[in-house]
């Protein structure tokens, strides 16, 4: 059982060199499912768990866009450019409205 262990442990910290390349903040942990796929789990005490690098590199850029004053981002969606289109649209009746 050592050298599982041993091979787990190597595992792990490649998935983290990896991910702090491409710009997962610390405090970010990574594990391993019953089917030997990464997990990564955000810090905190409402840690989120995301089944891949790039949903949970999303997460982290939605998170400092919320920080940096983009309330659309914090809120879930928007629908700007770039947002990945996630969330829910707003009808154009109700985009209409607002313009007045």
Known sequence: MPADRNKETQAIAAAMREARQ?????GWS???DARRRRKWVSPGPTAR????LPKALAYVKRLSAAADGGGAAAAGGGGGSGSGGGGRKRPASAVALDAS
Not at 22 to 26: N, S
Not at 49 to 52: C, K, L, N, Y
């Open 30 to 32: 990574v594990k391993f």
């Open 49 to 52: 768990t995301f089944d891949s």
């Open 22 to 26: 491409r710009g997962l903040p610390d």
